[in-house]
């Protein structure tokens, strides 16, 4: 009888899905054509300013009381988005004036939506990260206001908002943003933070140089995010890196994204460091001699290619790939690892054959 019941049950809440589709699906048929229409009717406005733009040099401000009625609401703003992301795929005249002109309503629309639920609220500055023009100068009143979306307790707000406030490429704004992100409502990935810094438009030395000087304000989450940034953008800043490697206070994912700086440009003063990590046998020193072996692939010297062998017969799997990928990248013969190659750790000459191997035959199809 229990069976039953449940079958029917499981019936019912099938047969409710499927209503619920075909509900939603006619929604949407009847919805489309209004989309449509409101598409057509905002393109055609735009148009019109265009020609006003190139007769008279400006806009109407009908267009403007327009605009800003039509886009204090969602499906308003949605419909706008998808025009101006159109044409702007196309080589229109005055275009980018027209989208310079409307930063008056912008402006006023940011203080809408702030009030607004965070869905909404995201979708706008959604929007601001996306149609921007490169000549486009950004109020700084603008992104004051942006910097109060970042107080909200929602993800897709504040990533947004990041992203808009990159695209306009102030510094000390940016600065701003990070450190109210960093209030830890709200986890955004280190990764999301160092993609967003990559994407910034403006000077990224004078970014990283102001970084440095708030560095200690952050978390450790969002130094390590600002540290991955400064590797792959600047080979700057050596001194400092070197600095958080050797401090055995800092974190240890941040000591880890340092050794990481120097695997991708050189500095003679971390060598010694470097072989140091790679030979302390310490289990619990793992992560720093696989991020150090792994560095070591950009220094020749002799000694570098006998601590690397040695760190093969290591008993850490890790160890062992890294050591290996470092000394193929070398480009170390056959001959140059007789001692592994005819020696008795199975493990470190299986290791080394995979990497020399492989490399071989990637050369090989090229």
Known sequence: MKIEVMLYIYGAVCISMIVFNIIYNLLLQHR???????????????AFQLQNIENNGKITE???????KKLRRINGLIVFYRV???MKKEPINCFDLYLNQIQPVVLYLAVEYLDKENLQAGYFTYFLSQCKTRRYRPMDSLQDILLKYLEKDNLYCRCNALQALYDFGNEDH???????QDDGKVFI??????????SFTGDHEALI???WIAFSSFSVHTQQGILNYIRFQSGNYPVQMFSIMQNETMDKELRLSAIRYFGKYYYAPALEPLLHFVQDNDPDHWEYATVAASALS?????KVIEVLKDALCSGNWYIRYAAAQSLTAHHVEYSDLKDILLGNDRYA???ITYHLESTKLQHAEV
């Not at 009717?41 to 735009?46: F, L, V």
């Not at 940016?174 to 109210?180: C, E, F, K, S, Y």
């Not at 990764?191 to 967003?196: D, M, R, V």
């Open 209 to 211: 140089q102001k970084l």
């Open 62 to 68: 009908n267009h403007l009381h327009f605009l800003a």
């Open 84 to 86: 101006i992301s159109e």
């Open 174 to 180: 940016v600065i701003a943003a990070l450190q109210l």
């Open 298 to 302: 950009l220094y020749g010297q002799e």
């Open 32 to 46: 489309e054509p209004l989309l449509k229409r409101r598409y057509r009717k905002m393109k055609n406005q735009i």
């Open 189 to 198: 990935h280190e990764k999301i933070l160092t993609e967003g810094l990559l």
């Open 349 to 351: 000459r299986e290791m």
